[in-house]
T-cell receptor, first 113, second 115 residues
């Protein structure tokens, strides 16, 4: 009965460095979502997978952001050449299908110096 | 544009008193509405949802929410607040497009329950 897990929980990066954030969804959940939560704000949608297919990436803020889910389970969000404005909490959520309730992981707090 | 508004940044209530956290929405079509709670350094925890049916929805930890279509509101309520209810609460609406589905969140309301 494990929930959604994310790693690392905290990441400090120097400006210009590449980072990779991992999400392990609830076993059997077909749909996986990434959100970005800036300080004092609600989460904002980044991208959505159904199995291994990335069906919606309309929320990715720039081409420096890239997400993948190659085997339809674990997902990685990669940010290239990080900028200070990328500092935020990155939340992953999964649901049984795209129509069901989304369950969130604890998030990865990224600080870019 | 589809959106969610939480008009109060903070709600203060004494333990044992009823609480209300407000949410209004703007969507095209029928709304799918959610409430989540966030404790410090933790992810969002699902509280309850409205999809269809009875306008009064009951959820986790004694919380409930009332869907009001004419007022486009989905306020979160609890008859008797606990100090442990103190947290950040988010209202969200699910939107559908050709590519799939996502949640749009309000900016959040901090609930503070005093003993």
């Amino acid at each position: 009965g494990a929930g959604v897990s994310q790693s690392p929980r905290y990441k400090v990066a120097k400006r210009g460095q590449d980072v990779a954030l991992r999400c392990d969804p609830i076993s059997g959940h077909v749909s996986l979502f990434w959100y970005q939560q800036a300080l004092g704000q609600g989460p904002e949608f980044l991208t959505y997978f159904q199995n291994e297919a990335q069906l919606d990436k309309s929320g990715l803020p720039s081409d420096r952001f890239f997400a993948e889910r190659p085997e339809g389970s674990v997902s990685t969000l990669k940010i290239q050449r990080t900028q200070q404005e990328d500092s935020a909490v990155y939340l992953c959520a999964s649901s049984l299908t795209g129509q069901e309730t989304q369950y969130f992981g604890p998030g990865t707090r990224l600080l870019v110096l | 544009a589809q959106s969610v508004a939480q008009p109060e940044d903070q709600v203060n209530v004494a333990e044992g008193n009823p609480l209300t956290v407000k949410c209004t929405y703007s969507v095209s079509g029928n709304p799918y509405l959610f409430w989540y709670v966030q404790y410090p350094n933790r992810g969002l925890q699902f509280l309850l949802k409205y999809i269809t049916g009875d306008n009064l929805v009951k959820g986790s930890y004694g919380f409930e929410a009332e869907f009001n279509k004419s007022q486009t509101s989905f306020h979160l309520k609890k008859p008797s607040a606990l100090v442990s209810d103190s947290a950040l609460y988010f209202c969200a609406v699910r939107v559908f497009n050709q590519a799939g589905t996502a949640l749009i969140f309000g900016k959040g309301t901090t609930l503070s329950v005093s003993s």
